[in-house]
């Protein structure tokens, strides 16, 4: 589970024009019929092939929890690519997007200015760019920390230097002990 990548997924969430399938019947034909068959559903879902079939009958209705949160998973993974990719795109190019978190943040820097971590709380609109290399990063498969390192990054130039009117000889922002992270398109 990825802190920074479950917030990308779900500020690109927000951008759905229709609901997901709420409920257990409804989610499994739409995976059915997504990849294909009940065969590769059920060896994605590690269950069996004739679970599938009954779910997709309506023959059981309600799944145990841990898969219940998989088949959730799963069908948010997939819902609507192409309205996921045009809010990806939008993002990355033209827009932006905002991250509202509170976290440790401190940073490097000459002898004698006060570079002690703190605990912030911040809502940073950051530019396009960032934007572009935060999803990049997630699709490539980039773990936590890489993105972690991209959104320090961001915050250095936009928060910590201003655009480089100011801090112009920060070395390097430490982005750690994240409580709470959220990102808005």
Same mark, same amino acid.
């Given at each position: 589970?990825?802190?920074?990548?479950?917030?990308?997924?779900?500020?690109?969430?927000?951008?759905f024009?229709?609901?997901?399938?709420k409920?257990?019947?409804?989610?499994?034909?739409?995976?059915?019929?997504?990849?294909?068959?009940t065969?590769a559903?059920?060896?994605?879902?590690? !269950?069996?092939?004739?679970?599938?079939?009954?779910?997709?009958?309506?023959?059981?209705?309600?799944?145990?929890?841990?898969?219940?949160?998989?088949?959730?998973?799963?069908?948010?993974?997939?819902?609507q690519?192409?309205?996921?990719?045009?809010?990806?795109?939008?993002?990355?190019?033209?827009?932006? !997007?905002?991250?509202?978190?509170?976290?440790?943040?401190?940073?490097?820097?000459?002898?004698?200015?006060?570079d002690?971590?703190? !605990?912030?709380?911040?809502t940073?609109?950051?530019?396009?760019?960032?934007?572009?290399?935060?999803?990049?990063?997630?699709?490539?498969?980039?773990?936590?920390?890489?993105?972690?390192?991209?959104?320090?990054?961001?915050?250095?130039?936009?928060?910590?230097?201003?655009g480089?009117?100011?801090?112009?000889?920060?070395d390097?922002?430490?982005?750690?002990?994240?409580?709470?992270?959220?990102?808005d398109?």
């Amino acid at each position: 589970m990825s802190l920074i990548g479950d917030g990308l997924d779900a500020a690109v969430q927000k951008a759905f024009t229709r609901p997901a399938p709420k409920h257990a019947g409804p989610r499994m034909r739409y995976l059915v019929k997504q990849l294909g068959g009940t065969k590769a559903v059920a060896q994605m879902l590690r !269950i069996s092939q004739r679970t599938v079939e009954r779910y997709v009958k309506d023959q059981i209705k309600k799944p145990r929890p841990e898969l219940a949160a998989r088949l959730e998973r799963e069908v948010k993974k997939r819902w609507q690519p192409q309205i996921r990719a045009k809010a990806r795109a939008k993002a990355a190019s033209t827009d932006g !997007i905002v991250i509202d978190t509170r976290a440790r943040m401190g940073y490097t820097a000459p002898i004698g200015s006060t570079d002690q971590d703190r !605990i912030r709380h911040l809502t940073v609109a950051l530019p396009p760019q960032y934007a572009a290399r935060l999803f990049e990063a997630q699709e490539a498969g980039a773990g936590d920390a890489r993105l972690q390192q991209i959104a320090a990054e961001a915050l250095k130039e936009v928060y910590f230097q201003d655009g480089g009117r100011r801090a112009g000889s920060l070395d390097e922002v430490r982005f750690t002990d994240i409580e709470h992270l959220e990102f808005d398109l």
